[in-house]
């Protein structure tokens, strides 16, 4: 055996290990649903109508013969164009912040007030100003994502390396140059986490957004469940929009561990 076979043996079992222990996690959340809706729930109640069994079922019909392949189609591209939005707002915000410490003063206040104010509550400033449809949400999306982008662009280019910086300089490197080939590739990886904590972000309040003046998208088929008393519809969408927040968040990982790999094998500027 070599040691690059004997270095990779430990960590496949640990990666076993870890996805073993998930699965298991993963059972036991479904013993709960399971205890809660079907042994525990007195007959004729109501939470026996989002049990496992019905939910699956229902989940299947609606994947394979119902329009609700296009409502979550929507609300993707929903998410897409909020976190585009926050992307080409915070990135070069939270370059200059991170910048320039008269601004970081400057905007600092302001940011921490607005970013505590929940998306949620500019719902009905967002309809009365841009109206009914897509509009509004892609406003409330953005405002949601764009402040983890801010936030961590800003802590990447103060935790620069300056010695990239100081190579750049004695290279006679533009300014465009330094922040095209320094200062971006340095900073990615705080901005990759900013995308991730984004998302995250962007899927809690993608539902609610879609359940005001539009007429697509998962929130909207919520409420066309509820509509309809289609419990075990309704839980089935529950489930959808918890399974693809799961595999959103899982492509952001996925991302920062192969920017992470890259980072490992590119030169340090002490080579």
Known sequence: ???????TLPRRQGLAARCGLGLAGLAALLALWWLGTDVLAPAGGMARRFAPGPTFVSLGELLTGSDLPMHVWVSLRRIAVGLGLALAIGVPLGLAIGSYRRLEAAVSPAMQFLRMISPLSWMPIAVMVFG????????????????PIVLNTAAGVQQLDARWLQLAQSVAATRWETLWHVILPGVLGHILTGVRLAIGILWIVLVPCEMLGVSAGMGYFILDTRDRLAYSE???MVL?????GFLLDAAARGLYRYWRCLL???PSPRD
Do not use: E, K
């Open 1 to 7: 055996m070599t040691a690059a076979s004997g270095a």
């Open 132 to 147: 009914v449809g897509d509009d509004p949400v892609y406003f409330l999306l953005t405002f949601a994502a764009v402040w």
């Open 234 to 236: 309704l839980m089935a």
């Open 240 to 244: 959808l929009i918890g399974v693809l």
């Open 264 to 266: 490992y094998t590119s």
